[in-house]
Antibody, heavy 123, light 110 residues
Framework: QVQLVESGGGVVQPGGSLRLSCAAS????????MHWVRQAPGKGLEWVAF???????YYTDSVKGRFTISRDNSKNTVFLQMNSLRAEDTAVYFC?????????????????WGQGTLVTVSS | QSVLTQPPSASGTPGQRVTISCSGS????????VYWYQQLPGTAPRLLIY???QRPSGVPDRFSGSKSGTSASLAISALRSEDDADYYC???????????FGGGTKLTVL
């Protein structure tokens, strides 16, 4: 079955960088777009970024210019490179699969989700 | 302040029917599909409803979604203790060019 496993979270100082990974299995990874969604402690969900199967990338305004989403289809892995981190980036970061193959549009359709990895930005 | 508005809390007793609302605008719910997610404590969200009112396989038919204009609703019938969770709505917003979520509704099964 489809499985998504995030890694790379940890504690980082403000202004620092971190690279998250999401290893996928159970489906033809190269055919599907992948999302990152985050959840600050005790707060709601916030969409962060999306990468199409063809490689086009989209970001929420608050991370544009600081975060970069990428994918390695040979390793069935999607990444989130996070630079210039701020305290407000502290959250659990989930990766999620878009269930529609080779689409070019974004919806709010995420299925399934990984278990998440915690990023804490603090001095 | 979330773009989609949900009540922060809801409650019901086992067997009851509860409804959770999600209010938006023409740039999101009024023009695009709505999706609903359930998040049990300490776990990742799980898709409950897609494309306004479709249930993925494995989701009980006690869960149903509907939409009218710029508002959507999630109904849970025959409430069970395991439905005690947070519920979120989501949709694409073309004014913001991003996916927007509701602030979440904490459902308590009394």
């Amino acid at each position: 079955q489809v499985q998504l496993v995030e890694s790379g979270g940890g504690v980082v100082q403000p202004g620092g960088s971190l690279r998250l990974s999401c290893a996928a299995s159970g489906f033809k990874f190269s055919d599907y777009g992948m999302h990152w969604v985050r959840q600050a402690p005790g707060k709601g969900l916030e969409w962060v970024a999306f990468i199409q199967s063809g490689g086009n990338k989209y970001y929420t305004d608050s991370v544009k210019g600081r975060f970069t989403i990428s994918r390695d289809n040979s390793k069935n892995t999607v990444f989130l490179q996070m630079n210039s981190l701020r305290a407000e980036d502290t959250a659990v970061y989930f990766c999620a699969k878009d269930p529609r193959p080779t689409v070019t549009t974004i919806t709010g359709w995420f299925d399934p989700w990984g278990q998440g990895t915690l990023v804490t930005v603090s001095s | 302040q979330s773009v989609l508005t949900q009540p922060p809390s809801a409650s019901g007793t086992p067997g009851q029917r509860v409804t959770i609302s999600c209010s938006g605008s023409n740039s999101n719910i009024g023009s695009y599909y709505v999706y609903w997610y359930q998040q049990l404590p300490g776990t990742a969200p799980r898709l409950l409803i897609y494309r306004d009112n479709q249930r993925p396989s494995g989701v009980p038919d006690r869960f149903s979604g509907s939409k009218s204009g710029t508002s959507a609703s999630l109904a849970i019938s025959a409430l069970r203790s395991e439905d005690d969770a947070d519920y979120y709505c989501a949709a694409w917003d073309d004014s913001l060019s991003g996916v927007v979520f509701g602030g979440g509704t904490k459902l308590t099964v009394l």
